[in-house]
């Protein structure tokens, strides 16, 4: 809390010195006023305006939903988690770094969806060639084709049959709001599925430290001590970080 007073101490004292600074040089001594309220608005676009506003705030508010249940990001922050339990380094990488390159792996692996957002929506409303609506439906498609190759049908029917409605006869039917929770858990089983097959060579080696430690008469010495060596030098020597994030960036290409 301390070091938030200080902070914000830094950013508003030379905002109301500057302004200080500048009503005494023009011989005016006046304090700055600000003024909040609410009047009759004469022109219905400013009530237009004012609802774009808000609509632009909570798309803000929700962008950190959206980047990561609607992209690739929760499949590779929990596979790179599994990785590390797997390695038993405890908090070696740190979260900050999982997090950090599971984001700009999701830049990367996402740039073509965006870009095909950039041109089929964004640039042609910014050009005034199309309403804002047919923009957020062009924007959109592009995702939920990104979605719809990474979401397996047993999970889309799952919640179509709990959503309660019409069978879809193509993917165009299938409403967005059932279509993101059925990708979201098809994301994680495929990164659980993708954890175990990782967790396996390294808890065979687990098992043959331990039972040789146990055929010493080694039993107060900890198995982690002792296997956590070799399994960083299995996962160096076979150049793990190049296989697994080539295996999941193709993972995404082939969906």
């Not at 165009?172 to 659980?192: G, H, N, Q, R, Y």
């Not at 080694?218 to 793990?240: A, E, N, Q, Y």
Request: with cysteine; hydrophobic share 55%; glycine share 4%.
């Amino acid at each position: 809390m301390k070091l938030q007073k200080i902070i914000r101490t830094l950013i508003i004292f030379p905002i109301i010195y500057i302004l200080f600074i500048h009503n005494a040089f023009a011989g005016d001594f006046l304090f700055p006023s600000l003024n909040i309220g609410i009047q009759k608005g004469s022109d219905p676009g400013d009530i237009s305006v004012i609802l774009q506003i808000v609509f632009l705030l909570t798309v803000l508010t929700l962008a950190p939903a959206i980047l990561i249940l609607m992209t690739c990001f929760t499949r590779l922050v929990v596979v790179f988690s599994f990785l590390r339990h797997a390695l038993g380094t405890q908090q070696t990488p740190s979260n900050q770094i999982i997090a950090g390159l599971a984001l700009f792996l999701t830049f990367f692996i996402m740039m073509p969806v965006w870009q095909k957002i950039n041109d089929n929506a964004l640039q042609p409303y910014l050009n005034e060639e199309i309403s804002q609506e047919i923009a957020l439906k062009a924007a959109v498609q592009p995702i939920r084709q990104f979605m719809f190759k990474q979401t397996r049908e047993k999970d889309l029917a799952l919640f179509v049959s709990m959503a309660k409605v019409e069978r879809p006869k193509n993917q165009e039917e299938v409403p967005t709001s059932v279509l993101i929770p059925a990708f979201v858990i098809s994301e994680l089983k495929t990164a659980f599925i993708i954890g175990f097959v990782l967790f396996v060579p390294f808890l065979i080696i687990d098992m043959v430290v331990a039972s040789v430690l146990l055929s010493m008469g080694m039993m107060m010495l900890p198995p982690i001590m002792i296997s956590l060596p070799f399994k960083l030098m299995l996962f160096v020597l076979v150049d793990g970080w190049y296989l697994i994030v080539g295996s999941l960036v193709k993972s995404f290409a082939g969906g």
